[in-house]
């Protein structure tokens, strides 16, 4: 039996604030912003990813402090290009560090407004053999075209 994780839920203080830094600053899709008079969530998903993160304020979302949520990790073929890119919109990033110098051994972190963090490992074989394929539009999964 396969078992994916599709989902971690962010916790956070301000949900507007949060999905305009995952969308406008980190670059994660906005895949949903459901408001209604009963709640507010939203979901995002970085690019090339199977698993997004939920924003919200249901009482299952507001189990975990805002900030409480710590090293969650993401995957880039190139962390110095990643590194640059969040820098370049306005992301504080620390230093690229090199823990092991085999493929998987670089790092680099950010935290968000709520200082929930995240870490991010440079993986090469990524650029060659992503785990999710894309085609040319943007799309993933079964039944793309290429």
């Keep these: 039996m396969d078992w994916t994780l599709e989902v971690v839920i962010v916790p956070v ?3 507007d604030a949060a999905i305009a830094f995952y969308r406008d600053q980190v670059g994660f899709t906005l895949d949903h912003d459901t408001k209604n008079e009963h709640m507010h969530v939203a979901q995002l998903t ?5 698993c997004s993160i939920v924003v919200g304020d249901i009482p299952s979302q507001q189990e975990m402090a805002p900030g409480s949520l710590k090293g969650v990790q993401l995957v880039v073929a190139d962390a110095e290009a990643a590194r640059a890119e969040l820098v370049g919109r306005g992301v504080e990033c620390s230093e690229v ?3 092991d110098p085999r493929d998987g051994g670089t790092f680099f972190g950010f935290a968000d407004p709520d200082g929930n963090t995240w870490a991010v490992q440079q993986i090469k074989a990524r650029a060659d053999k992503p785990l999710i394929p894309v085609d ?3 799309r993933f999964g079964e039944g793309m075209e290429l």
């Design 97 to 99: 560090q090199t823990i």
């Design 46 to 50: 970085p690019r090339g990813s199977g």
């Design 13 to 15: 203080s301000d949900l």
């Design 136 to 138: 040319h539009r943007g």
